[in-house]
């Protein structure tokens, strides 16, 4: 399959590699088409990894990774241009994080709204499925290096759009019972507001490889 990854970052690069090493076309988009970032990427990917720019990149996936900085995705996504994103499959992994000077990261969207929402609304053709945004990039494409069963949320609209995001999950290792499908889009801003939680997790833990197990009790009784 061609897959489009906007964005030259660490989970870029690790969605990126892990794709191309099972066989797929990957082209990693950023805003010029000689990012040295994403050249240096091209080397470690092989055969199957190029670069090109964003609307390159959104014009070559069949489906599509948005790995750019939750701060940034409006403006990759403009750069990439309506006409290339279609009405395709786009898998949101950002989070729309603010970074201010000697304090956490806080949350630039939340509660009534979310980045993957805003995405949905400015492209509404597009099928956003917010997902993978919940851990580390090692994490998003081996679920093996946490032990035992954990769980990876989604969110979207379109129902075939994340049945086709749960076969990309499969590829990466997921195992069908460890999805959680948490509904519509608006379901993106719990899975978003779960980052700060995280970030504090990282924080006492010194490890960021870790992730959440849901466990369910039996229904109440009427």
């Not at 489906?63 to 395709?88: R, Y």
């Not at 993106?188 to 992730?211: K, T, V, Y």
Request: contains cysteine; neutral net charge.
């Amino acid at each position: 399959m061609k897959i489009g990854i906007l964005g030259t970052g660490v989970v870029g690069n690790t969605i990126g590699f892990r794709l191309a090493g099972l066989g797929h076309q990957i082209m990693m988009g950023s805003r010029n088409a000689n990012n040295e970032k994403a050249a240096l990427w091209v080397k470690t990917a092989g055969e199957n990894g190029s670069h090109g720019t964003f609307a390159e990149a959104a014009a070559f996936g069949e489906i599509l990774f948005n790995c750019t900085s939750g701060g940034g995705s409006l403006e990759a996504l403009n750069a990439a241009g309506k006409d290339n994103l279609g009405s395709k499959v786009l898998v949101d992994v950002a989070n729309p994080l603010a970074f201010t000077k000697d304090t956490p990261p806080s949350l630039s969207v939340c509660n009534t709204d979310s980045l993957a929402e805003q995405i949905q609304r400015a492209y509404p053709d597009l099928k956003v499925v917010k997902a993978l945004n919940t851990m580390n990039c090692y994490i998003m494409v081996n679920p093996a290096l946490v032990p035992g069963d954990h769980n990876v949320f989604i969110a979207g609209n379109d129902a075939e759009a994340k049945t086709k995001v749960k076969e990309v999950l499969d590829w990466f290792g997921w195992k069908a019972a460890n999805i959680i499908d948490v509904g519509g889009i608006t379901g993106a801003r719990g899975l978003e507001m779960i980052l700060p939680l995280w970030l504090s997790l990282w924080g006492a833990f010194q490890n960021p490889n870790f992730n959440f197990q849901l466990a369910k009790g039996p229904k109440p009784q009427q």
